[in-house]
Each structure stands twice: as C-alpha cells, then as structure tokens.
Nanobody, 123 residues
C-alpha cells in the first residue's frame, strides 16, 4: 500500500483544516487506517484511527471532540477533519495503514506510512 497525505498548511488558532490520505496498491478496505503526528522534539503520537471492519473510530483524548476521522473506501481515501485548532496541534501529520485485525493505536502496529503533511497553527 502506498499512502499520500495532503491538506496541511498554516492556520490561525480556532481554525479548521481537512487532511486527506490517498491509498493505492492493495485492497484499501481491508486496512484499518490512522493518523499520527509528530511535533518538533517530540515522539510520534497517536491521533485517530478508523476500523477496516465497521468504520468505528478512536481518538486521542487531546483531540476528542475537535477532530474527526472518516474513510471513503470507493475513493481509497481517509480523511482527518481538524476543527478548533490550537497551537499545540502544530506537527507533521502522518497517515498509516494496518493489516492488524483490530484497530491499533500504537505506531509499531502500522505497516505502511505516508510521507507526512505539516500543520502549523498560529496563536
């Protein structure tokens, strides 16, 4: 699976962005998908995930209620809607695909990664 993330940019605090991750290669619908992020000087952290099986969703506490993950299997694309952005959301955002039959929230369980897209939130 090849993943291509896009949609990052510079936004003011309180603003919104929508990230997209287009997949090609193997059967997209069989992969759980997730977004992680990595801020400068920090470790990569889980943001959100969506199940391959029933599209159930999971979020980090820090983004719950502000971010929404979704997928369109017909378009082989997963999205991350970012609302009410805060300066601490500034990071490179990565999409990832997992063949694990559950919905992992740790990066070690993801098999394929996109190149990352930078989100910068100004105060």
């Amino acid at each position: 699976v090849q993943l291509q993330a896009s949609g990052g940019g510079l936004v003011e605090a309180g603003g919104s962005l929508r990230l997209s991750c287009a997949a090609s290669g193997r059967t997209f619908s069989r992969y759980s998908m997730a977004w992680f992020r990595q801020a400068p000087g920090k470790e990569r952290e889980f943001v959100a995930a969506i199940s391959w099986k029933d599209s159930s969703t999971y979020y980090a506490d820090s983004v719950k209620g502000r971010f929404t993950i979704s997928r369109d299997n017909a378009k082989n694309t997963v999205y991350l809607q970012l609302n009410s952005l805060k300066p601490e959301d500034t990071a490179v955002y990565y999409c990832a695909a997992s063949a694990f039959r559950g919905v992992p929230t740790t990066y070690l369980e993801y098999d394929f990664w996109g190149q990352g897209t930078l989100v910068t939130v100004s105060s």
